[in-house]
């Protein structure tokens, strides 16, 4: 069983930053990916990006390359995700999950945070 929390959501300008954290207890080594997801109010749960626990593979949507960057605290169990240049478009609930496997799809991940609330002004 896997945990996941995350944290650092707020309003944000157009343009400036914001570091979202995921904290994951339980079993992280078990698990092979951690992956960022986000929901507009309105649409769907939309891919944003993944990290493996090593942190040595990351991908990222196209929509946030370049603006959007994935690392990871083993000592604290903790992934972040560091939005730069935020766009009102990516105002959102960002959530983190857990997969066992390599997965950029959504169904493929079985453990989700509560999520934590993005909200960026023009």
């Known amino acids: 069983q896997v945990q996941l929390v995350e944290s650092g959501g707020g309003l944000v300008q157009a343009g400036g930053p914001l570091s979202l954290s995921c904290v994951v207890s339980g079993r992280p080594s078990t698990y092979y990916v951690i992956g960022w997801f986000r929901q507009a109010p309105g649409e769907g749960r939309e891919y944003v990006g993944t990290?493996?626990?090593?942190?040595?593979?990351?991908d990222y949507a196209d929509s946030v390359k370049g603006r959007f960057a994935l690392s990871r605290d083993n000592a604290k169990n903790t992934v972040y995700l560091q939005m730069n240049n935020l766009r009102p478009e990516d105002t959102a609930a960002y959530f983190c999950?857990?997969?066992?496997?390599?997965?950029?799809?959504?169904?493929?991940?079985?453990?989700w945070g509560q999520g934590t609330q993005v909200t960026v002004s023009s």
């Open positions: 990290i493996t626990w090593s942190g040595r593979r990351t």
């Open positions: 999950a857990a997969s066992t496997a390599w997965t950029t799809e959504i169904n493929e991940y079985t453990f």
